[in-house]
């Protein structure tokens, strides 16, 4: 049984640019939720996406998207990096449909914007 | 909807004292209850849970928590914490129908020898 896994784990962008982060779900997994937590603060939920679509979502605005793939992978995409941007982005996966389901997150991406 | 509030955002303790981490939550639903524990430069790790049945939860490494609905608190305690227990401490919520967890700001525990 594989965990949760990100990458990359650090990345560097200039304000205005557009990044990726992805993650890989726990086997068995089909449920994928995504937290910012900026320094110094808990995690704030973005999205979550269930059976390849958003079934959920934070108060983040639209220029944060996502994709979750038929292999319950997923991608975080942030367009027109702010500097505020700059925080670690947790992915988190659970198995929907079950009463005593709970979240394993992965390592997080350590997002810098300069 | 949820919102959780840790009353102390550091807690320094010396090794082999007791610790209490005081967590309070809001909630017009029933509701899951979570910690978590993150390590510098790491992701978050369950620590326990509460879903139903015994109002007492234990981990695995001694650490406990009390789900009082009345004083709607789930604080953990620990009676003897150890260097290796330092890391940052999250309590979370989750409504009852929805898989968003809503976190509190954290609570810092240092461990001293």
């Known amino acids: 049984e594989t965990g949760v896994t990100q990458s990359p784990t650090h990345l560097i962008k200039t304000r205005g640019q557009q990044v990726t982060l992805r993650c890989s779900s726990q086997?068995?997994?089909?449920?994928v939720s995504w937290y910012q937590q900026a320094l110094g603060q808990g995690p704030q939920f973005i999205f979550q996406?269930?059976?390849?679509?958003?079934?959920g979502r934070g108060n983040f605005p639209p220029r944060f998207s996502g994709l979750q793939f038929p292999n319950y992978s997923s991608e975080l995409n942030v367009n027109a990096l702010e500097l505020d941007d700059s925080a670690l982005y947790l992915c988190?996966?659970?198995?929907?449909?079950?009463?005593?389901?709970?979240?394993?997150f992965g390592q997080g991406t350590r997002l810098t914007v300069v | 909807a949820q919102s959780v509030t840790q009353l102390d955002s550091q807690v320094p303790v010396f090794e082999e004292a007791p610790v209490e981490l005081r967590c309070n939550y809001s909630?017009?639903?029933?509701?899951?209850l979570f910690w978590y524990v993150q390590y510098p430069n790491q992701g978050l790790q369950l620590l326990l849970k509460?879903?139903?049945?015994?109002?007492l939860v234990e981990s695995i490494n001694g650490f406990e928590a009390e789900f009082n609905k009345s004083q709607t608190s789930f604080h953990l305690r620990k009676p003897s914490v150890h260097i290796s227990d330092t890391a940052e401490y999250f309590c979370a919520v989750r409504g009852g129908g929805s898989e968003k967890l809503v976190f509190g700001k954290g609570t810092k525990l240092t461990v001293n020898p």
């Open positions: 988190a996966s659970s198995l929907s449909g079950t009463s005593a389901t709970e979240a394993f």
């Open positions: 909630s017009s639903v029933s509701v899951y």
């Open positions: 086997s068995g997994h089909n449920t």
């Open positions: 509460y879903l139903s049945g015994s109002t």
């Open positions: 996406y269930y059976r390849e679509e958003e079934n």
